[in-house]
């Protein structure tokens, strides 16, 4: 079955960075859209930036756009989101997903456990 496991996240200081990581598993990564959503307590699931299945194209959400980066690596079946100059707002849990569609931001198939993220002084 579909198995996606993060880790990366942590507390971290204003302006600091983190790269978080998910190992997929369990179907067709090196031809699959994914993604990574974050979710506050208490707030809906907010889309975070999607990987093309072939690496060469992203899509990222205006909050975090120019500040983070999403990559994967086919042959280890590894998504990243390298997260650079982080503001106290970029709190949350991170989750890796399996997306339905590259060009479909809001459906997701699958989406891990999460990590943690917290930004604060």
């Known amino acids: 079955q579909v198995q996606l496991v993060e880790s990366g996240g942590g507390l971290v200081q204003p302006g600091e960075s983190l790269r978080l990581s998910c190992v997929a598993s369990?179907?067709?990564?090196?031809?699959?859209?994914m993604a990574w959503v974050r979710q506050v307590p208490g707030k809906g699931v907010e889309w975070v930036s999607t990987?093309?299945?072939?690496?060469?194209?992203?899509k990222y959400a205006d909050a975090v756009r120019g500040r983070f980066i999403i990559s994967r690596d086919n042959t280890r079946n590894t998504l990243y989101l390298q997260m650079n100059n982080l503001t106290p707002e970029d709190t949350a849990k991170y989750y890796c997903?399996?997306?339905?569609?590259?060009?479909?931001?809001?459906?997701?198939?699958?989406r891990g456990q999460g990590t943690q993220v917290t930004v604060s002084s």
């Open positions: 997903a399996l997306m339905a569609s590259f060009f479909n931001s809001n459906t997701y198939l699958r």
């Open positions: 369990g179907f067709a990564f090196n031809t699959s859209a």
């Open positions: 990987s093309h299945f072939t690496g060469s194209r992203a």
